[in-house]
T-cell receptor
Framework: DGGITQSPKYLFRKEGQNVTLSCEQNLNHDAMYWYRQDPGQGLRLIYYSQIVNDFQKGDIAEGYSVSREKKESFPLTVTSAQKNPTAFYLC?????????????FGPGTRLTVT | SQQGEEDPQALSIQEGENATMNCSYKTSINNLQWYRQNSGRGLVHLILIRSNEREKHSGRLRVTLDTSKKSSSLLITASRAADTASYFCATDNFGNEKLTFGTGTRLTIIP
């Protein structure tokens, strides 16, 4: 069964704590992405990685960190520096086919920080 | 930054009717894609249209692209209750794998 898994589905944390969201893919995709979605809003790019051991900041990287030590894994850490961390977090991956960049999404993790 | 804006923000129609939603974007693009998101779930890719294409079909979906107006439309024909979801357009630029998503249209199909 190929796809992207994110765990856990729901996550609760106290303010001031760092938390790491998991994203794993077995699609053999080179590129992986993290997005944040707030209620009724579109997706905003946090970080992306086009190759192992390399990643770039997206539009809203402040307060977040990532690593890409393996092709299939791209964990996201929400640090205590993120001022408003409660949101729905989506991970995606893609393979470049010619000049097409279709992305495959995981089911998401809903993070609540109180 | 949000490149695309969908219009309308929300749309309710009767089952069996056609649903049309629009997307406008600001800069030149390479491809434009449409995605569907069921409530609380991840996004699912529906269709991709290249900048040199004007129209594309996939089952009950029809997408048009007008690069001179920087706009695209998604038509869902003969709507079904299962089409109830949010629909997002996403654009990419030449040589850049990043997608920029619009704000989405929330479609409700009334049985």
């Amino acid at each position: 069964d190929g796809g992207i898994t994110q765990s856990p589905k729901y996550l609760f944390r106290k303010e001031g704590q760092n938390v790491t969201l998991s994203c794993e893919q077995n699609l053999n995709h080179d590129a992986m992405y993290w997005y944040r979605q707030d209620p009724g809003q579109g997706l905003r790019l946090i970080y992306y990685s086009q190759i192992v051991n390399d990643f770039q900041k997206g539009d809203i990287a402040e307060g977040y960190s990532v690593s890409r030590e393996k092709k299939e894994s791209f964990p996201l850490t929400v640090t205590s520096a993120q001022k408003n961390p409660t949101a729905f977090y989506l991970c995606a991956s893609s393979i470049v086919q010619g000049t097409s960049y279709e992305q495959y999404f995981g089911p998401g993790t809903r993070l609540t920080v109180t | 930054s949000q490149q695309g804006e969908e219009d309308p923000q929300a749309l309710s129609i009767q089952e069996g009717e056609n649903a049309t939603m629009n997307c406008s974007y600001k800069t030149s693009i390479n491809n434009l894609q449409w995605y569907r998101q069921n409530s609380g779930r991840g996004l699912v890719h529906l269709i991709l249209i290249r900048s040199n294409e004007r129209e594309k079909h996939s089952g009950r979906l029809r997408v048009t692209l007008d690069t001179s107006k920087k706009s695209s439309s998604l038509l869902i024909t003969a709507s079904r209750a299962a089409d109830t979801a949010s629909y997002f357009c996403a654009t990419d630029n030449f040589g850049n794998e990043k997608l920029t998503f619009g704000t989405g249209t929330r479609l409700t199909i009334i049985p």
